[in-house]
């Protein structure tokens, strides 16, 4: 499986990205899939995942209320729209493909990885 990340940018302290992620090689579309972020200096940390039917999602305390993962499996695709932004969500956000039968909160039971996207918020 390949993922291709998109949508990063620089915004605003309050403004809002959308990310997508697109799976080419294989389909995704009986796998949890999962967002994860690393800010400079900073370990790889779980934002947001969901299960392969979409019925179930999970987040970060820190981005709960404010961010939204969902997936349109016809496309492959997963994404993140991030609303509220601040300074503390600057970090290169990559998604990822777990085969998992649950979704995982930890990096370690995802399998495959996309190359990620910069986001940053500025003041």
């Known amino acids: 499986v390949q993922l291709q990340a998109s949508g990063g940018g620089l915004v605003q302290v309050g403004g809002s990205l959308r990310l997508s992620c697109v799976a080419s090689q294989h389909t995704i579309v009986s796998y949890n899939m999962g967002w994860f972020r690393q800010a400079p200096g900073k370990e790889r940390e779980f934002v947001a995942a969901?299960?392969?039917?979409?019925?179930?999602?999970y987040y970060a305390d820190l981005v709960k209320g404010r961010f939204a993962i969902s997936r349109e499996n016809a496309e492959n695709a997963v994404y993140l729209q991030m609303n509220s932004l601040n300074a503390s969500d600057t970090a290169v956000y990559y998604c990822a493909v777990s085969r998992f039968p649950l979704c995982g909160v930890v990096a370690a039971y995802y399998d495959y990885w996309g190359q990620g996207t910069l986001v940053t918020v500025s003041s």
């Open positions: 969901i299960s392969w039917s979409g019925d179930n999602t």
